[in-house]
Each structure stands twice: as structure tokens, then as C-alpha cells.
């Protein structure tokens, strides 16, 4: 289900193939269905930690189209090597307070990461709001991205 690469003191894990990211998806998803408690527990955990608005895929697009939003990776660089969302320019979490200069302030700024429980987007979000930067956190993956523009096709 993983594979690796080693690269010097550090491994790099993958996922084999994106039908398990697809799997994982539809996993997460029938336990938030099935299991009340585990839905009350992630809005419980995203009301208390996040406090903020989020954007839909399908409003991502439009106004992505538009021109309306920049979207901003916050993952490490490595990551977002990888694979990103097309259009996104990375900035790392642990980078952004030094480049926070070139932003635009008269655009949404749509930060994401890796998914509905990762908090780098979420501490993004923080730090754009307090310096004057209208900012989103866009809840979905690369991979939810993928998988969002496949079904429109």
C-alpha cells in the first residue's frame, strides 16, 4: 500500500497507487456517516481549533478561473514537488511569516495542506487574517483535488 525511497538520513513514504487515496477517502468518509460520534468529534476538533471559514472544491474552481484567489501550499516543499493543486505557488508553513510581503492584499489568499485534519493550513489562515490578508483554508487534499476534477470531466 506505501512505497519508499531513501534519500541520505531520510525516507520518503508514497502511497502505491491513488486508487489508496481514493480508498482512505471513502473510508474516512463512511466512519464520519456511520459513526456519529466520529462526525461530532471532527467538528468539535475544527470549530475549537480552526474557527474559520472554509471553501468548497467547486468554489475553489471558479474562482480560481476567475482569478479571484491565490492558493497557497503550505506544505514542505518536498510535498509540494511531488504533486500539488495546479496554479498553487508554495510557500511552507514555517516559511511564510518572512514572505508574507509579496502576498496580495486586495485577493483571497486560499491556504491548504493535507486534508480536513491538518492544522498548517488552519495556523496559515491565523497569521494571513492578523496581518490584514482575507484568508480561506481549503479543507480537501492535492489527492480530493484530483479526484474533484475527474468527476467533472
Known sequence: MVKFQKKGNYVIYEL??????HFLKSLRALAEKQFMQVQQIKQEFLN?????????????????????VLLLDVRPKEEYDHAHIPGAISIPIEELRE???????????????????????????????????????????????????????
Not at 16 to 21: G, W
Not at 109 to 120: E, I, K, Q, T, W
Open 48 to 68: 475549537a481549533n480552526l474557527g474559520m471559514d472554509g471553501i468548497p472544491l467547486s468554489e475553489l474552481n471558479e474562482r480560481m478561473e476567475k482569478g479571484e
Open 99 to 153: 514572505k508574507l510581503a509579496p502576498l496580495p492584499t486586495d485577493r483571497n489568499v486560499v491556504a491548504y495542506c493535507r486534508g480536513p485534519y491538518c492544522l498548517m493550513a488552519a495556523e496559515a489562515v491565523d497569521l494571513l487574517k492578523s496581518k490584514g490578508i482575507n484568508a480561506y483554508r481549503l479543507e480537501n487534499s492535492v489527492q480530493d483535488w484530483y479526484q474533484f476534477n475527474e468527476q467533472l470531466n
Open 16 to 21: 502505491a497507487d491513488v486508487a489508496i487515496a
